[in-house]
């Protein structure tokens, strides 16, 4: 039996929003924007064209949270912890084109967005730029990146900060 591994080193882009809004509301609205996902009706589908007309009904802004870390009561006896979150969010169909050409490249089709609490109460959220994370893995996935960056752009808009 032959074992090979092999390295890609990608470069990553972080965004850093600051907004004006107190922690509790931009979460709140972060998921209403971004709702979790309910697999089973996916695996009940018969065809493609009904998942795509069932994740536009699920994601209104094309993202959808695959789930969440409530890193606060993770790390409650942490001393002098902010409250923060953090989801894991993508759109399986949206990725299908990735899929589809390189599955390695699924890696970057989801995506961490950290919101937490600044010292003042305030929200702020972090993400990687999806584009970044799939710059490196070419046609299909620069495309896929810059659509998710748009998608993403749109939640942080809708969130206040533009």
Not at 22 to 39: G, H, S
Not at 140 to 154: A, C, R, S, Y
Request: aromatic share 8%.
């Amino acid at each position: 039996m032959t074992t090979s591994i092999d390295t890609t080193s990608r470069s990553n882009t972080i965004l850093a929003v600051a907004f004006d809004a107190p922690y509790d509301r931009v979460t709140a609205k972060f998921e209403a924007l971004v709702p979790a996902i309910d697999w089973a009706p996916f695996g009940q589908l018969a065809a493609w064209p009904a998942a795509v007309e069932l994740a536009e009904i699920n994601a209104p802004y094309g993202l959808m949270t695959y789930g969440s870390i409530n890193v606060t009561s993770v790390l409650a006896l942490t001393p002098a912890l902010r409250k923060c979150v953090s989801y894991t969010v993508g759109n399986h169909v949206l990725s299908q084109p990735v899929a589809q050409n390189n599955p390695a490249a699924l890696i970057g089709t989801r995506f961490e967005i950290v919101i937490f609490a600044a010292d003042d109460g305030t929200a702020r959220l972090s993400v990687g730029l999806p584009s970044a994370n799939l710059a490196d893995f070419g046609s299909p996935g620069d495309e896929v990146g810059q659509l998710f960056d748009e998608k993403l752009m749109t939640i942080i808009e809708r969130l206040g900060a533009l």
